[in-house]
């Protein structure tokens, strides 16, 4: 495991001591669990700005967001995303999800 050091602010880190105390655990666990979460956050969030956009397919946005076809239809349609892909880049993804 690789250590990674960071300055954060004190009001974080009275937080953080918080959420420690409410979770039993220490410092570095909620630290590793915040980063886990965070960055599958940030990673849904510029999929599902990218895929609004029309930069990106379904098949593309689920990369970016790490998860799987079937999950990033599950989280477009919580999300009511629409598309702006053009009907080619449609029938390209209905077919690889047919393939699925």
């Known amino acids: 495991m690789t250590t990674v050091s960071a300055r954060v ?3 974080d880190e009275d937080e953080l ?4 105390e409410l979770l039993g655990e220490d410092r570095s666990s909620v630290i590793r669990k915040a ?3 965070g960055l599958e956050e940030i990673r849904v969030r510029v999929a599902v700005e990218r895929y609004q956009w029309g930069e990106v397919s379904v098949n593309e946005a689920a990369r970016i967001a790490g998860v799987s076809l ?3 239809l599950e989280i477009a349609r ?4 629409t ?3 053009k009907t080619d880049d449609l029938e390209r993804d209905a077919d690889t999800a047919l393939k699925v």
């Open 17 to 20: 001591d918080e959420v420690a």
């Open 70 to 72: 079937a999950e990033w």
């Open 83 to 85: 598309t702006q892909l």
């Open 78 to 81: 919580e999300r009511n995303l």
């Open 35 to 37: 980063l886990r979460e």
């Open 9 to 11: 602010p004190d009001e």
